[in-house]
């Protein structure tokens, strides 16, 4: 049996239970930017890309400047404004003190911004858990593969001793990519039937699926 030495975690729809919070921080902005506000599902699905990839994503037509006033209000309504409750999903501290005691090295990649990052990490106090995390901002956006190869690099680890685990598809073909296994998650912003095109190793639908499938794995 595979035993993976370095678990990779994408961090919204993944570990963090943000959709709903990240899906309000868009409208909330485009109201302010005088767009028109698009369906939740529409939104939800550029959830995992860096910030003006999303925008592009939803909004294919803005000019340079455009982006960059709605990347401003969706951050400012992201961070301070918003209202909608935001939380871990349920095991997601469990799963990481376990991993962390098995000996395995942890880390994040993930489409948000540095600040974004470091200020949720702050709030949960999961940060402590993490050998190395990277953002688009020292790296590139999601499905480029370079933020895996970043980590792998720094943490000296061969790509097939590790494991990305995520819940879009871009964390699936952002690992495919570059050849490394991938675990799906339904519970987060993708359908299963959309992640199943990447091969992933596993088809999980939550955290403690999660832990006992890695407990045999690491």
């Known amino acids: 049996?595979?035993?993976?030495?370095?678990?990779?975690?994408?961090?919204?729809?993944?570990?963090?239970?943000?959709?709903?919070?990240?899906?309000?921080?868009?409208?909330?902005?485009?109201?302010?930017?005088?767009?028109?506000?698009?369906?939740?599902?529409?939104?939800?699905?550029?959830?995992?890309?860096?910030?003006?990839?999303?925008?592009?994503?939803?909004?294919?037509?803005?000019?340079?400047?455009?982006?960059?006033?709605?990347?401003?209000?969706?951050?400012?309504?992201?961070?301070?404004?918003?209202?909608?409750?935001?939380l871990p999903f349920a095991g997601a501290e469990a799963l990481l003190l376990n991993l962390k005691q098995q000996g395995v090295k942890l880390a994040i990649a993930t489409g948000k911004s540095r600040k974004g990052l470091n200020q949720v990490l702050a709030e949960c106090g999961f940060g402590v858990y993490f050998d190395i995390t990277r953002t688009p901002v020292e790296s590139a956006s999601k499905p480029d593969p370079l933020m895996l190869q970043q980590i792998l690099d720094v943490l000296q680890v061969a790509v097939e001793d590790a494991v990305m685990i995520g819940d879009t598809t871009f964390d699936m073909e952002m690992a495919q990519a570059i050849g490394m296994d991938r675990i799906a998650l339904s519970h987060g912003v993708h359908q299963m039937h959309q992640l199943d095109v990447f091969q992933p190793v596993a088809q999980l639908d939550d955290l403690q699926q999660l832990n006992a499938w890695l407990m045999q794995h690491t």
């Open 1 to 86: 049996m595979k035993k993976y030495q370095l678990a990779i975690f994408d961090w919204d729809g993944t570990l963090m239970n943000s959709e709903a919070r990240i899906v309000d921080a868009i409208k909330i902005a485009a109201l302010e930017c005088g767009l028109p506000v698009l369906p939740d599902d529409v939104n939800k699905q550029i959830i995992g890309l860096s910030l003006d990839k999303a925008i592009l994503g939803l909004y294919p037509d803005l000019e340079e400047g455009q982006v960059v006033r709605m990347a401003q209000a969706y951050t400012q309504s992201f961070l301070e404004d918003s209202v909608v409750e935001m």
